[in-house]
T-cell receptor, first 114, second 113 residues
Framework: DTEVTQTPKHLVMGMTNKKSLKCEQH?????MYWYKQKAKKPPELMFVYSYEKLSINESVPSRFSPECPNSSLLNLHLHALQPEDSALYLC?????????????FGPGTRLLVL | GENVEQHPSTLSVQEGDSAVIKCTYSDSASNYFPWYKQELGKRPQLIIDIRSNVGEKKDQRIAVTLNKTAKHFSLHITETQPEDSAVYFC????????????FGTGTRLLVSP
């Protein structure tokens, strides 16, 4: 299995809602990533987990809260988002420390904040 | 921090022509340079990558070259086909165990039949 999966595919939420994005991989990767991608822009790194511990937080607002419950799962909890947070949220995973740290991306969750 | 510039922003070619996309990076410690293809509404997919100990890598119609001295790397696509039409992103990172990729701004490639 060489695939990263993400749910849901699409999400519409109001500014007062709480929702979660989910990401799963079964490639034995120990690094997992959240990216945000606006239209016609490159992916922007938000968070990196290595060995289930948060390694990088790229100064992301606290209304985004990541969680890595185990080595296969990555969540992104959303609360009190703003319309400008509407974007494609991509999850990725990679090996760690093997010299083969290719990142594999999931299909993304397209988020619309009203 | 790392900064990656990518040119051109758009590239239109006729089917069968070659296409070249160029990137420059700022951090001399960067040692991993992947290229991703992203079709409309789809995930970025790795098409080729190169590490700093290699100057060139080829995979069928796709090749990447790296000039460490000049800090630039290029993607070459030969015999382009309409299905090559997509946005291509270059990226650079240091090897810190995981990859903190910094992406270029992207090139929209259009291959006309």
């Amino acid at each position: 299995d060489t695939e990263v999966t993400q749910t849901p595919k699409h999400l519409v939420m109001g500014m007062t809602n709480k929702k979660s994005l989910k990401c799963e991989q079964h490639m034995g990767h120990r690094a997992m990533y959240w990216y945000k991608q606006k239209a016609k822009k490159p992916p922007e790194l938000m968070f990196v987990y290595s060995y289930e511990k948060l390694s990088i937080n790229e100064s992301v607002p606290s209304r985004f809260s990541p969680e890595c419950p185990n080595s296969s799962l990555l969540n992104l909890h959303l609360h009190a988002l703003q319309p400008e947070d509407s974007a494609l949220y991509l999850c990725a995973s990679s090996q760690l420390g093997t010299g083969q740290e290719t990142q594999y991306f999931g299909p993304g969750t397209r988020l619309l904040v009203l | 921090g790392e900064n990656v510039e990518q040119h051109p922003s758009t590239l239109s070619v006729q089917e069968g022509d070659s296409a070249v996309i160029k990137c420059t990076y700022s951090d001399s410690a960067s040692n991993y340079f992947p290229w991703y293809k992203q079709e409309l509404g789809k995930r970025p997919q790795l098409i080729i990558d190169i590490r700093s100990n290699v100057g060139e890598k080829k995979d069928q119609r796709i090749a990447v070259t790296l000039n460490k001295t000049a800090k630039h790397f290029s993607l070459h696509i030969t015999e382009t086909q309409p299905e090559d039409s997509a946005v291509y992103f270059c990226a650079a990172s240091r090897n810190t165990g995981f990859q903190k990729l910094v992406f270029g701004t992207g090139t929209r490639l259009l291959v006309s039949p």
